[in-house]
């Protein structure tokens, strides 16, 4: 099956910064500042919307790398946003340049790969495992 993604699609997403979005509450850390685990699932879900969309019905993308690197601290009440880039495409397998910032400063960047499914085939293999 060929999928219409380009290299170039992007995705935006962004949250204001609130108590469930910080260290604390991830358990990452002992500040009330946005929690690398939240950076990385903005970057993750920006990612996602650039090109889940843009597959045939029956077919998302799951995660499968990330390198990141998180750089300063945001505060609760401030907005955080992520950016993400498809760079390149081998078949299912999708790389992404993703960026975060908040209203001050890039708070993070890396490289996030995302393989193709077919949502079927995947949850019935993943079910089966649970059965194990």
């Known amino acids: 099956m060929s999928f219409d993604l380009k290299i170039g699609m992007k995705a935006k997403v962004e949250i204001i910064v609130e108590m469930k979005d910080t260290a604390v509450a991830f358990g990452s850390g002992g500040v009330k500042v946005l929690a690398t685990p939240m950076m990385i699932g903005l970057m993750e879900n920006a990612a ?20 990141v690197k998180h750089y ?5 009440g401030m907005k955080a946003y992520a950016e993400a880039e498809l760079i390149k495409i081998e078949g299912k397998k999708l790389l992404f340049k993703i960026e975060a910032f908040d ?15 077919e949502l079927s085939k995947f949850m019935e293999r993943t079910e089966k495992k649970g059965k194990i």
């Open 103 to 117: 209203e001050m400063d890039k708070i993070g960047e890396g490289l996030h790969g995302r393989y193709i499914i």
């Open 48 to 67: 996602l919307k650039a090109v889940d969309p843009h597959l045939p019905e029956g077919y998302a993308t799951v995660g499968t790398d990330l390198d």
């Open 72 to 76: 300063t601290a945001t505060p609760m």
